[in-house]
């Protein structure tokens, strides 16, 4: 049994063909059930827009909202802003194909219900910045300061990776 409370669940099969419109938030619950050491919580909307037919979903999502991941600098806590939108085809099958695309998510014909709880999760982590670090907010630093001290206290030695090599030569 999945013990996840917060799932992103759409009712397609109660659905009927034409466009629907889904709504989400999801907050720091959401995101203290998916096991990620990176992101400890935040605050996202979700949109969903359905487009359903006969045998398949066309299904457009746009996300924006706020994340609380640590500093790259000095790893206190900070949020960041994130926003994005993907989309997805659903193919209603009778056993699942073969010749798997990426790009197409398979249900069973009959399954009533669409998870997107995972594919949403991981269209939110890849629209965080590849270096998370505080902003330089009017001049100042908004890092810890005491992370700061000791880190432009250590030396920076330039050393060179031959250097280095040079002492495991053998005689």
Known sequence: MDERRNHILLPV???ENGKHEFDF??????FAQIDDYEVHGGDVSVEIDLEKSDGYL??????????????????????VEI??????TVRFVEAHPEDDNEDVMYLKSGEDTLDLTDYI???IYL????????????GSNACNPEMLKYLSSEKQESV?????LKRYKIK
């Open 13 to 15: 099969g109660d659905l």
């Open 25 to 30: 938030r999801l907050e720091s619950d959401f």
């Open 58 to 79: 066309n299904v457009e999502i746009r996300f924006d909202g706020n994340l609380k991941v640590d500093c790259d600098r000095c790893l206190e806590e900070m949020s």
């Open 83 to 88: 926003e994005g939108e993907d989309s997805l």
């Open 121 to 123: 999760y991981e269209g």
């Open 127 to 138: 629209a965080l910045p590849m270096r998370r670090i505080h902003p330089d907010e009017t």
């Open 160 to 164: 060179s990776p031959f250097d280095i």
